[in-house]
């Protein structure tokens, strides 16, 4: 009976030092708010982990880190110091114009003339250098959209890493949108396909001038991923195909022709599959990956405080190939800017920043 007592009194002791120096971090209420400590910064209040946490362009003191102002200040973009006016700033300045696609773009002399520094800068921000893979065993692998020699790449590189054991899934998620397909990308899709490429469209429904991102993701999966992976991988069990209802919704809306972001595919994964919360991992290539990792991070955040089964929270890991060598400085500062706006809702969402 003694001994009960002193292990009863050590437990207790045990609890009592937990509970003070347990750290604060983002608590969810019955009615689905956080409430953050302020200690912001210092502990990240936030439910989803990633394995690209520390690579921020807003530092621990709510400020800009320093290779981002040096970057802003060799272009000569004015702002106030505070972080949303350098958010608009960018958004301005570097930001492509609505209706124009990354091929759009063109660099200027002031970009040829300052490329050196500004490829040194950006290497600081983690918008160049590869994440190399490493090995994980998680719930989903998602492979983003992009343009057919993009995605092809992008699923050359889940697959080195899927037969190698590097990286084990137990579901694989394809997200695209309805962009139009362009020439080369059809004509790309007939070269592999040849004369099956009329049984193509027939499968998916479609007339070849209606061919879209998400139709690129069958393409990929029908003549990339090996008998093996197909056997062990079935459509609406643990495949899945996910097409952003984005453009429909905002065309039918506005008469615009905007077309689906990464965000919105993503809700509509979340909203269409209901995932179970867990682990998920991606292989974007820099400097996309950066803004396309805080982008899912805050999709999942939000949905994390919906009314969802938690039995374990959602936790991101990614790797990323090396940038392009002769990537035009029009698109880095694109998705520079798009990447600290991300970061900036994503932090303003936590309760990190206040602005």
Same mark, same amino acid.
């Given at each position: 009976?003694?001994?009960?007592?002193?292990?009863?009194?050590?437990?207790?002791?045990?609890?009592?030092?937990?509970?003070?120096?347990?750290?604060?971090?983002?608590?969810?209420?019955?009615?689905?708010?956080?409430?953050?400590?302020?200690?912001?910064?210092?502990?990240?209040?936030?439910?989803?982990?990633?394995?690209?946490?520390?690579?921020?362009?807003?530092?621990?003191?709510?400020?800009?880190?320093?290779?981002?102002?040096?970057?802003?200040?060799?272009?000569?973009?004015?702002?106030?110091?505070?972080?949303?006016?350098?958010?608009?700033?960018?958004?301005?300045?570097?930001?492509?114009?609505?209706?124009?696609?990354?091929?759009?773009?063109?660099?200027?002399?002031?970009?040829?003339?300052?490329?050196?520094?500004?490829? #040194?800068? !950006? /290497?600081?921000?983690?918008?160049?250098?590869?994440?190399?893979?490493?090995? $994980? %065993?998680?719930?989903? +692998? &998602?492979?983003?959209?992009?343009?057919?020699?993009?995605?092809?790449?992008?699923?050359?590189?889940?697959?080195?890493?899927?037969?190698?054991?590097?990286?084990?899934?137990?579901?694989?998620?394809?997200?695209?949108?309805? #962009?139009? !397909? /362009?020439?080369?990308?059809?004509?790309?899709?007939?070269?592999?396909?040849? $004369? %099956?490429?009329?049984? +193509? &469209?027939?499968?998916?429904?479609?007339?070849?001038?209606?061919?879209?991102?998400?139709?690129?993701?069958?393409?990929?999966?029908?003549?990339?991923?090996?008998?093996?992976?197909?056997?062990?991988?079935?459509?609406?069990?643990?495949?899945?195909?996910?097409?952003?209802?984005?453009?429909?919704?905002?065309?039918?809306?506005?008469?615009?022709?905007?077309?689906?972001?990464?965000?919105?595919?993503?809700?509509?994964?979340?909203?269409?599959?209901?995932?179970?919360?867990?682990?998920?991992?991606?292989?974007?290539?820099?400097?996309?990956?950066?803004?396309?990792?805080?982008?899912?991070?805050?999709?999942?955040?939000?949905?994390?405080?919906?009314?969802?089964?938690?039995?374990?929270?959602?936790?991101?890991?990614?790797?990323?190939?090396?940038?392009?060598?002769?990537?035009?400085?029009?698109?880095?500062?694109?998705?520079?800017?798009?990447?600290?706006?991300?970061?900036?809702?994503?932090?303003?969402?936590?309760?990190?920043?206040?602005?």
């Amino acid at each position: 009976m003694e001994k009960l007592i002193r292990n009863l009194r050590v437990l207790s002791l045990y609890i009592i030092i937990g509970i003070i120096f347990t750290p604060i971090t983002s608590q969810v209420s019955a009615a689905g708010t956080s409430t953050t400590n302020k200690q912001v910064g210092k502990v990240y209040p936030g439910l989803v982990s990633s394995s690209l946490i520390n690579i921020n362009l807003i530092d621990s003191n709510k400020k800009p880190v320093k290779p981002l102002l040096d970057f802003l200040k060799l272009y000569n973009i004015k702002h106030q110091g505070t972080l949303k006016s350098i958010k608009l700033a960018m958004e301005k300045y570097f930001i492509r114009k609505p209706g124009l696609e990354r091929w759009d773009l063109v660099d200027t002399e002031q970009d040829a003339k300052a490329r050196t520094e500004a490829l #040194r800068l !950006l /290497r600081n921000m983690d918008f160049i250098d590869p994440i190399p893979h490493f090995k $994980v %065993n998680v719930d989903y +692998f &998602l492979l983003f959209g992009a343009t057919l020699p993009t995605v092809e790449k992008r699923f050359a590189d889940f697959l080195a890493q899927y037969n190698s054991s590097t990286l084990q899934c137990k579901n694989i998620v394809l997200l695209a949108g309805d #962009r139009k !397909l /362009r020439t080369h990308e059809i004509e790309r899709m007939k070269n592999t396909l040849g $004369v %099956n490429f009329r049984d +193509f &469209l027939k499968d998916i429904n479609r007339q070849e001038s209606e061919l879209t991102e998400a139709d690129i993701m069958r393409y990929i999966w029908r003549t990339k991923a090996p008998a093996s992976l197909k056997n062990n991988f079935q459509e609406s069990k643990n495949l899945f195909f996910v097409t952003s209802a984005f453009v429909k919704a905002l065309n039918t809306i506005k008469g615009n022709e905007q077309r689906p972001t990464t965000a919105s595919t993503i809700e509509d994964w979340i909203k269409g599959c209901i995932p179970t919360p867990g682990s998920c991992h991606a292989n974007v290539e820099k400097p996309y990956g950066i803004r396309m990792e805080k982008t899912l991070r805050l999709a999942l955040e939000k949905y994390s405080r919906e009314p969802v089964n938690l039995k374990k929270p959602f936790s991101i890991t990614w790797n990323s190939p090396a940038a392009d060598n002769n990537l035009l400085m029009a698109v880095y500062k694109d998705e520079l800017a798009r990447a600290y706006s991300q970061e900036y809702e994503l932090k303003k969402y936590l309760g990190i920043i206040s602005e």
